[in-house]
């Protein structure tokens, strides 16, 4: 070879490298780009599917509270997702995220993202944040369940400012924002069983806690029923929330553009139904058992006790686990229903059963499937968010206690908060039986 | 360099040029394939949660009409929404979408598309139909609500031919389809506060004057209130027309593969959700102000009406912006709800301080976040259209009235027309109170 | 050229041929990964709309019966879809897929995956049995509502778990399984008019003539109706069917990464959506000129008796030929409901008509626009899959009344199942009328 020929060859060889380099940079951005895509948008559906369990909510809670308490457990469950909607835009998000590694307290800011810079993300800061909300407004609702039918209006409104601006997102840094039970513990809770469900949880048995019972709910020591006023409703709420299930742990795989991401988010679907599936059945065979009577109320709580159950980790478990999961779930809501009752703590739709103690076995039993959790790890967290939750969320109850008050006057609990409150009754015409 | 040399280096260089080529075009067609593809099934998807807000409608109207009327609103929601898909097909689409550039009027002709020659195309021709035609059976369900309990049936379905056939598609084509508002005037209406929600409500308040009031609702110079029958199932209906209206806002980014689009479809999302946020708490606090009760139907509007308010430009705004522009929306529901009884306009479920006063509301706010739009375009647009519709639709519900007829009689009126016209009742079995 | 320039040409050669495959072989992956993300995304959310439907059924049935049955249908039906999950799991997915090319019964084996090679999979084997399993689980659902009020809830469960780990599994596999049916006869059925709802339908019929209609149903040799308690409901269930059913349709595609599947599933979309139309304005027109007024309840089954209709081929029709398909499946609902009533079978929700009469027209009206598929075939396969589910199922339910007995006593029906076998009411605060 001469060296003109070299050189004319170096130049090609020079040439091949230059295009090759150039289409790996393009086709690389286009990965990124359609990663980035595929991302953002599971995301928003996702999220979406979330949003609509405050529909779920509101129906299961519609459906269980006495018809004279209806219209207003409607208008609490849609301000409290308008609450916390505001609520993560003015603190809660900056909180959650702006922790520092191993931190303690996030940023006070509110929230703006430019979404400019999006080459380098693996989705849109939009869709975080809507998917962040929805999640931050179920905790919320988990609340207003349990206090339903004797809690004023507008104190409540004030904890759930609360809850969801500074309890919820505090909590939620340490672990989901990169904070100290992360860093340090290695506390795992892939959706939220001890995050969303059990922070609700907390804030609802301390809430009920400090309100009291119903009137008449336990007199003269006897537990004396108070029935839902229309079941299909809370049926149709129970549906919506299994529904909205797969929004909230499949989207909480963050990401869905890869084989690993589609496939981990489609068995976190099949995990998911059959833990809510093995809730229910377990529940109808145990309420037949023990009341010689299938209970639809205590089916469906136990319906959402199995979600709830394999929501701190839907993915790891084999679809045996899940199975087992869900219904040991579904166990614990037909125990803790009467155990409730005995400490006359009233929970008018299960929702401390359901959200609070599935929250803490799902939580507890993630080390079984999941290698890289604890035992220690996943208790330290358990006990750390649980006493944080609930203390704060006592004294903020105990505040609105005695300086608003937080509880409806005896009569106006008798005579309905719909009339009391909202000046009209949720199904006016239909007479009382 | 020699001859036979310089020979075979030009060889190579041109097929390092061949393979280079070869290789860009294919993934180039890859890229857009792959765009394609998230393009259509975003529009798809979106179109699907639309299409779901014909049973929010539904059940906001089968929740605020008297329990007589229940069933035939019932009834005409699900009849509606089919009229609508068939007048799509047979005139709207091709009226719409085949307007010339800078046109009044599209085409008469049944819509088909073969789908054959897709790589051109940004998304599937099916997709677009599908989203276009859920959007127009939201502008009928408008109307329904506030025509219930008086309107019959079939002349009622008649307009509905009309509207979702010719009045809606033509001025849509003006718009969207390239006509003269958007090519003279440069009206923006990203997602139809305009042409979808105002001129539902224009053709409403034209039926609602040439109807009358409710038989005993503006009697003695009082306005009588009729209080919805369902409350609960009204406020599923809000939050299945939350739920709806990411799909609405969101699909109407009508792209959803690069970067753009998916940000941009996750800023709507937020947007839309703390405008209805803003809806919401705004109608909550008035109400206590103004009534010292909170009004769930009053709120349950004042969502509707933050939805609609932030749907003419969902995307522009910063977050603070959609908050006021929902905020706002709030508070001319509550203003224009005792307004429109001052003039006698039974609006049965309040659609037309929602979707019209709102839409108007929404429509004219454009230019405050979006430069391209201006404030003379959107109010040449909003009297164009506006007037358009409500002249149109006035003759239709004259013509209707002075042929077959368009109101109920006064006996099946207070007999119910689900009595009446449908002989069955939608709660056989509740006594009335 | 001398033997050096040669050689070094030569390695660049070679270099350039290693540098193209492998770029080639990399974007071939990526492609392929792109498309296994959409298809299996896809799934899920198609897959997570049907599960929905089993709120749908629920609302329609629970709205359909009395209200002292409401409660126990809505146990029944969340119920049902659990013990569909299980099955599916444990024995019914391998029935399906585990079958030999042409085969008649596949493998008895509880089902996992491992969801490791997916590089070769064009969707995740977790999204593909989350699909099949919310399939079957529908067919449980159309059951539920034939025998709805007087069939006790045990054995229910019991048929429940045989017709989705069993009869479902073993005539699915003859076609979506690569059967014989298939093989041999190419019988065709997309997304499962006869597979799916038939099969159901079957099953329901089967069902209805061991159990017996109500007491006073025929009395007298008269039809006493009973009309349905709470109809705004039943329309809500219709409508989320018809949104589950894009998911049912579209989802049957079972891919959607390229050009002609996304075109495909659009054109899914618009010919189901039409079909549901036109089955509503058909029973709309016919109730109104057979019994003067539009029947709400027909309207519903004529909507369902549509979606049905276009399920075995959503694909190949052109829209007015999916529209003549639609409207003629509201004939047959409309003309179905005396017939039955003349032979005193008692389905108390319209499925049959709606599911199994549909189901057949859909499966065979194929042939009219899908070239491939033939009458014989058609023939065969409705023949052959209606005898197999329709006297297995006689059997089972036989068996069973001979053993546990399948129906409540006389005191329990005319009590109410609510109150009998689940000591509650569905709406205990709401005065009988």
Chains 1, 2, 3 share one sequence.
């Not at 289409?23 to 990965?31: F, I, L, M, R, T």
């Not at 065979?285 to 709830?308: C, E, F, M, R």
């Amino acid at each position: 070879m001469n060296a003109k020929t070299a050189l004319a060859a170096g130049c090609f060889f020079f040439g091949i490298l230059i295009a090759t380099h150039a289409g790996a940079q393009e086709a690389a951005s286009e990965v990124q780009e359609s990663a980035f895509v595929f991302n953002t948008l599971f995301m928003l559906i996702m999220g979406m599917v979330v949003m609509f369990m405050g529909a779920g909510f509101c129906m299961l809670q519609a459906g269980l509270v006495r018809s004279k308490n209806a219209a207003t457990i409607c208008l609490k469950t849609i301000s409290l997702y308008s609450v916390a909607g505001m609520m993560v835009w003015l603190v809660g998000y900056n909180l959650i995220y702006g922790v520092e590694a191993g931190g303690l307290l996030g940023a006070f800011k509110i929230w703006s993202a430019s979404d400019v810079d999006m080459a380098g993300a693996s989705h849109s800061a939009h869709s975080d944040w809507f998917f962040q909300m929805v999640l931050v407004a179920t905790t919320a609702s988990i609340v207003s369940g349990a206090l339903a039918e004797r809690i004023k209006l507008w104190p409540f409104l004030v904890f759930t400012a609360i809850l969801t601006g500074l309890i919820y997102p505090i909590q939620a840094s340490w672990v989901w924002g990169g904070g100290y039970l992360n860093a340090e513990w290695g506390f795992s809770d892939f959706a939220g069983s001890t995050l969303v469900h059990a922070t609700g949880g907390w804030a609802a048995i301390a809430g009920a806690i400090v309100l009291g019972p119903r009137i008449g709910k336990y007199d003269k020591g006897r537990v004396c029923p108070m029935p839902g006023s229309n079941l299909p409703l809370a049926t149709l709420g129970a549906f919506i929330l299994w529904l909205g299930w797969f929004g909230f742990n499949g989207g909480s795989q963050l990401a869905s553009g890869s084989f690993q991401d589609a496939g981990a988010i489609s068995k976190i679907f099949v995990n998911t139904n059959v833990a809510a599936s093995a809730g229910v059945l377990t529940t109808l065979v145990l309420t037949q058992l023990i009341y010689k009577k299938a209970d639809l109320t205590i089916v469906l709580t136990g319906a959402i006790g199995g979600l709830v159950s394999i929501t701190a980790e839907p993915l790891a478990p084999a679809i045996w686990q899940a199975v087992i999961i869900g219904a040991f779930g579904g166990v614990l809501v037909t125990v803790a229903v009467p155990i409730l009752d005995k400490f006359k703590i009233d929970d008018v739709v299960g929702a401390i059963p359901a959200h609070l103690i599935c929250g803490i076995w799902g939580t507890m039993i993630v080390p079984w499937s999941k290698v890289e959790a604890s035992i220690i790890g996943q208790l330290v967290g358990v006990v750390m968010i649980g006493g944080f939750v609930f203390v704060l969320s006592f004294l903020v109850w105990v505040a609105l206690k005695f300086t608003v008050g937080i509880r409806a006057s005896a009569g106006n609990e008798l005579l309905g908060l719909d009339k009391a409150a909202l000046g009209l009754e949720a199904y006016p015409e239909f007479a009382p039986g």
